[in-house]
């Protein structure tokens, strides 16, 4: 369960572990406008990471054309199915990652009749500060037959992975909007968490944001600990969790994000409102409809469509 990993969420600038209480536990730091996140999960590597301190504009680690080896440096369990991965690079470069983009990520699995090798390629959404140096986070959902979540899942500290990007998705400008909805399922919080920690770190942004977050059950909720963290300490950021099986104890809701839910929880329909929605195909298809087959954006249909929303007004990862 996250919160066996994620032991703390502490208040603490500038990063440094030091000073930090020596246990088997080592740590993560994203660095937010001040604000240190520290995830304490078991693994000695990265317990003395310090940030580092360069003159002039930072060094770009990624190259959109050109696939790149990422060294995997510390891996932390984050649900039952879902995993934290650290690439490490130069500590005084950073990712280059605009708001919201991914990268994508190749990984040879055989070769063809030629004696070529093959590959699977496969885009992930980076969770870290894109301007933290030396290092990227991915989080990344283990699916028992992912051709490329099952390679991600046999990966050991040093091993590498190819990368190329960034793509971008959506490009996010401080107070583009007044109020933006998300509507996320599972690891479909990724892209959130990108815009919505680009809005909290600064504070010229007045963005009010507004998350649905959907999972199978509590114990699914991917990063629960850091969103809660997040929301109670910034007032523009609002989330509700809803999962399919509730336990006895659970406070949140219940079921598939509903009509009602979209209506109470997010924005209504205005030229001032922007609907993030990213998660299952399943759940697209409910929500908003799927993006088309190109991978442009599609008709939107769905909860949202009922619920008043117009194609501007939405966005689907
Ligand atoms: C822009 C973008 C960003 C993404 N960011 C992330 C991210 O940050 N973290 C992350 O974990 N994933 C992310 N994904 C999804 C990721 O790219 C892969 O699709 C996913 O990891 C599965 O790939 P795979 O090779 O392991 O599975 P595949 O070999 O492609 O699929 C094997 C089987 O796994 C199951 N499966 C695969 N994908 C899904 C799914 N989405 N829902 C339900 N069942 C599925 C199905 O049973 C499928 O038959 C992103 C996708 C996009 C398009």
């Keep these: 369960m996250a919160s066996t990993f994620f032991r703390r969420i502490a208040k603490a600038t500038p ?19 001040g604000i240190s996140y520290l995830y ?16 002039g504009s930072p060094k770009v680690a990624l190259n959109p054309d050109k696939w790149i080896e990422f ?22 470069a950073k990712l280059g990652l605009d708001i919201a983009s991914c990268i994508i990520t190749r990984a040879p699995i055989g ?52 990368v190329k990007g960034p793509i971008e998705k959506l490009r996010y400008s401080p107070n583009m909007k007044k109020h933006i909805g998300m509507i996320a399922g599972g690891t479909g919080i990724t892209p959130m968490l990108q815009v919505i920690e680009a809005i909290l770190k600064n504070t010229d942004d007045n963005t009010q944001v507004s998350l649905l977050y959907a999972n199978v059950s509590p114990d699914d909720i991917l990063l629960k600990q850091k969103l809660d963290f997040l929301a109670a300490s910034h007032p523009n950021l609002k989330i509700f969790y809803t999962v399919d099986n509730p336990s006895k104890n659970w406070k ?23 609907i993030l929605v990213c998660g299952p195909p399943g759940m697209m298809k409910h929500i908003s ?29």
């Excluded at 304490?40 to 003159?55: C, G, T």
């Excluded at 949202?304 to 501007?312: C, N, P, R, V």
């Design 15 to 33: 990063v440094s572990f030091a000073g930090e209480p020596r246990s088997t536990f080592g740590a993560i730091a994203a660095v937010t406008g």
């Design 40 to 55: 304490y999960y078991n693994s000695p590597n990265l317990a003395h990471l310090e940030e580092v301190k360069v003159e």
């Design 71 to 92: 060294k995997l440096q510390d891996t932390a369990r984050v649900s039952h199915n879902t995993h934290l991965f650290r690439f490490s690079f130069d500590p005084a």
């Design 111 to 162: 070769q063809d009749a030629e004696g070529k090798t093959k590959y699977v390629v496969r885009p992930y959404t980076p969770i870290s500060d894109p301007d933290s140096k030396g290092y990227f986070d991915l989080l990344i959902k283990v699916y028992p037959e992912g051709k490329m979540s099952q390679h991600f899942a046999t990966l050991k500290s040093g091993d590498v992975v190819e």
């Design 252 to 274: 949140g809701g219940s079921g598939y994000i509903s009509k009602d839910m979209v209506v109470k929880g997010l924005p209504g329909p205005s030229d001032d409102t922007l």
């Design 289 to 317: 409809g799927d993006k088309a087959k190109d991978r442009s954006q599609g008709e939107l249909t769905g909860l949202l469509k009922e619920a008043g929303y117009t194609e501007e007004m939405v966005y689907k990862f």
